[in-house]
């Protein structure tokens, strides 16, 4: 859609998250990945040496030899950074790159509960982007910040968003199997999970907790008024490299059966699909009948793994309905949301 | 207690729960091991030769050259046979040797759910075994069947019972992670469980559903009356070996406090822990402060295998409580709940 | 190159390398996939009721519908099939389908090592396919068999050949760390590869160190007169779900110095790269300096998964040279190697 | 044997090694642990707060409550010190400590090729112990360093010495498949062996090629004549938590045939045996005849940990003989072959 290329920076690209982000700009139609930045240790260093490269696919032609450069606004010239830098750092860089007329779209953690910032699941809350205008005033200039969610909290989000809307969520119970790469690298020692599964993530309870709620808020005028339904969550690591299985159980307003929740679910469309963004699955909630998906390893790429996959879904003897979702969590859980946020702020003309 | 050793079968040997019966029997102070039988297949060999051993510790003495035995109460002699027979095979064989006049205890799900037949955890519902007074004149003898829970409701009733007592249970929602050897040997295919969890174990999900409403029921004179909270349950495979982890979220009538639940949980004792019964752990349920714990490689050992571990307690923003709980599948779960079981026959004075 | 789109048959359609045989088949330039067959068992259902679906990758279109026919050629029309039946009944069903007037892919072992039987690897010995007219006068008509070797030589003859070739090999000493898929579906319990490795696969330490010398075998006049050097094989199944590792140490008449062999490794090339075929990778060995790789999860789909990776190359203390080879086991080594084979006896005309 | 407990101390008592001496120590009838010792980090903390015991037993009683002191001999008063300090510091720590005249058990790698410190597995070379005297002229007093070898020499060494006594070794070529425990705690990262094995391991190819040869060496008045036989190693790392499995191929000047190999493996017998030592195993080499082990999991306990299991013994097609050898790695292959090796110095009289 836009007219020619946009700059792009990715800020944290020696990170896992980082390259998955570098990964998916190659060949973007409509962004350029210019530079890249990352830490003092790695900056003035070739991309190519500052950190081996983790995934299965090559790094893309030209970016090892970009020279990293470090996380301030002054050695970066793009207009658009995506940050995937660590929540040790990240709050102060990317409100410097705010600040210096920057439009920031982070993956960290640091901004998300702040009042101005939308944290956004671009099918589920993309009016919240309206927020933007507010924070402009505070950064005083063109720049502000736009959040990603957790990697559980997208996929838990973009299931429970299509039945909240239907019928009213009352309240949710969800307890995640997470993959290793949502720690990052080196993240979860391989002592911790060879014949073993960890019922603890640092932070993580929270954020499943409280994100949904403010991505399920009403925008009324420029203040979010939060979704009143609690969360209950639970978190386990396990032996999985990627995909981030939920076990989900929820009462709604009205009384939902299963067949109605995933004629919801599947029929499911927002923004970005109506907008065909570059990243945009056709598809955001694909419902499998077999009764033993969604399963990590056969299902995390669904839509590119941008998609989340929806089965086992029955009555609830407790609640209303009890079911399963799966997300990808480094891709729609983080570089492929994040980007797919950027792209909706170029589709929305917000780019600074 | 008893004044000699009394002679006990095994029934399915060669399984990996038989095997586990077969080492806690060596050298237990009140059972003598004197016969195995296995299916057609097996019968007539030598145990050595019947099936490989997969236990780490290496088979008792004297039993590899024991020779394998139809199920059949003709080719058996001793009064209790410990039964670890699949299910497809489980059911006419038991009633033949409880028509026959034997006592049976079984691992099978096939008459757990029967009126007459005990579903014992013998910390929780020990008087159930009274029912087989009952049970024998439909048999027409002095022979019976008391039956173990399913592998993964041991652990959940265990931990249930001293709160359901303290302030009774209004429902509760379960999310299992269960090993592998649950499946028996070979059980799950080695390619779907590396870098994978499956979200789904035939038949267990009911068993979970309702098991516990059976095992908590009142005793009414010489019938159950099935306690009336409902229980939802939503099972996962993991690649790990032995121990189940359940997540647990549950409300009861009045309304608990964390502090209060674990004083309940790690004070609870039981019949098995007053008579001091060989295979009874001395604590029943262990509590651990450590908020990475209960993990299956750390904790399934606890009691020597027999102990279910709780921890992460906290408040529920749902219902009332949150919590984890480990136990080891096939030693309490199976082959030690199994033991610990004939053993209450026998404090009990039952044994024909 | 063939004007129009060649018919082809999948016998043992419904295993894991039947799978990958499928997938590999949709959207084939030369072949269009328009006969599954399979077991009794599964025979006259539809396919996608048959057996479930194992790859990452969703069936190809159309496949799910196709009604599975017996391993008959009296039920199968096509000319050229592609078999990856199981051992214990490809012997007689690839027999009779030769002798039916088909030309026959296999990638079973049972007629590997015939005399008349070429055993191939497409960019090593090509040359070897002229057995077929020998072979076709034994079965009396224009049928034949060529055959795919087992799934580790075929990564170890690809890197040997060019060594071979420059210098002669002497002694060949390989000990292999093998994929879980390498013993199809359900194969490998997994309980024996959580936490564990076993040293063994029924057949494996044979057909390693007798197929290779038949690869490399010279063809003289209608007689392959075998290599002479010694392998010798150890083996080990290791929890990898794709993609065999095996380290080598080798000895050749000529001693190498490191980077000749790797130049030699990594400028080979065969007859399916002269002619383009449509599965072979534009380069059949490719070589990687970094001293961690290669490692299965990185580099098994190198070349599309039709690329042995060469990682680790040092002059041994013991022979000449040391070093470290993998190849994708049910793409190059199973799959995608029978369809290479399959396009080569099509680029030289032997179809019948 | 000695009359009354011998105090000493842990260097390095909060890693992985360290817990395991900490709970070798337990209950020892020789030794009596008093101090622990650990880096600034840890040093003033009680033991129990500086780092979580990461062990499937519990800690010893008593020991959470010690003080954790610095490595330092002014800090520490024991005469015997084990140490599994890193070796970024072990190597100056253990000379402060030598020089202070405190006898030093070491299982880092810095001086274990010095030329007057002995590299010892008490069953093969219990003799070079005899260096010490020289080596205590250059600390200037009663003090002195005895080394443990690398955890992969161990095993090796151990089986292969009893073949170098009765044949003589002439070349070694050995594949390792290593556990992730042999890199310590937080070590690999999950990310890496997950679906995944990675042939590299840091400095181990080296150690394996040259410690066997210290080891076997031949002592010569106070010097030693490195045993002449060339070891080529290649190594990989296996999602594995203990036990070290090595794949062996060698050539013997006098050409054995495996059961011969078999007999001397399985009878030999060292000074720990002879003298009864409290960490030494019965028999230090097991045999099995089970052609699919050893295996890790089922074999690494054999001995408590102490003993290798040989396997799959057969003739190499190549050298003379190619088998399988299986050692514990923290156990036998550190804390309980340093705890082994302070006993063999206590029986040989040789502490300050």
Do not use: G, K
């Given at each position: 859609m836009p007219t020619k290329q946009i700059p792009v920076a990715v800020l944290g690209a020696t990170g896992l998250v980082g390259q998955r982000l570098i990964a998916a700009l190659d060949g973007h139609p409509w962004f350029e990945l210019t530079e890249v930045a990352a830490s003092e240790r790695s900056a003035g260093k070739e991309y190519g040496q500052a950190a081996p490269w983790r995934l299965e696919t090559p790094p893309p032609e030209g970016v090892a030899g970009l020279v990293v450069r470090g996380c301030d606004p002054d050695e970066v010239s793009a207009p658009l950074v995506f940050s995937a830098l660590d929540a040790t750092v990240a709050g102060d860089a990317e409100l410097a790159f705010a600040r210096a007329g920057r439009a920031v779209v982070s993956?960290?953690?640091?901004?998300?509960?702040?009042?101005?910032?939308p944290l956004v699941v671009p099918e589920v809350?993309?009016?919240?982007?309206?927020?933007v205008a507010r924070q402009k005033t505070r950064h005083g200039g063109k720049g502000f910040i736009v959040t990603n969610p957790n990697c559980s909290t997208i996929g838990l989000t973009l299931v429970l968003a299509p039945l909240h809307r239907l019928a009213g969520l009352e309240r949710v119970i969800v307890t995640t199997l997470q993959a290793a790469s949502g720690a990052g690298y080196p993240g979860v020692p391989s002592l911790d999970l060879i014949d073993n599964v960890v019922p603890h993530i640092g932070g993580e309870v929270d954020k499943i907790e409280s994100e949904p709620r403010k991505i399920l808020a009403q925008l009324d005028g420029d203040t979010l008024r939060e979704a009143s339904f609690p969360v209950s969550a639970e978190v386990h690591r396990v032996p999985v490299r990627d995909g981030h299985l939920l076990s989900i159980a929820l009462e709604t307003r009205r009384s939902l059966d299963p067949e109605e929740a995933l004629e919801a679910l599947s029929s499911f469309r927002g923004e970005p699909q109506e907008r065909a963004l570059p990243t945009a699955p056709e598809q955001p909630i694909l419902v499998t009948k077999?009764?033993?998906?969604?399963q990590p390893r056969l299902d995390r790429m669904a839509g590119g793994g941008m998609s989340a996959v929806v089965g086992r879904m029955r009555r609830c003897p407790v609640l209303d309905l009890r079911f399963e979702a799966l997300s990808h969590n480094t891709l729609r859980g983080a570089a492929g949301g994040t980007l797919l946020l950027g792209e909706l702020l170029v589709a929305r003309g917000l780019l600074p």
């Open positions: 993956n960290a953690r640091n901004h998300r509960m702040a009042e101005d910032v809350n993309p009016e919240h982007l309206e927020l077999d009764e033993t998906r969604p």
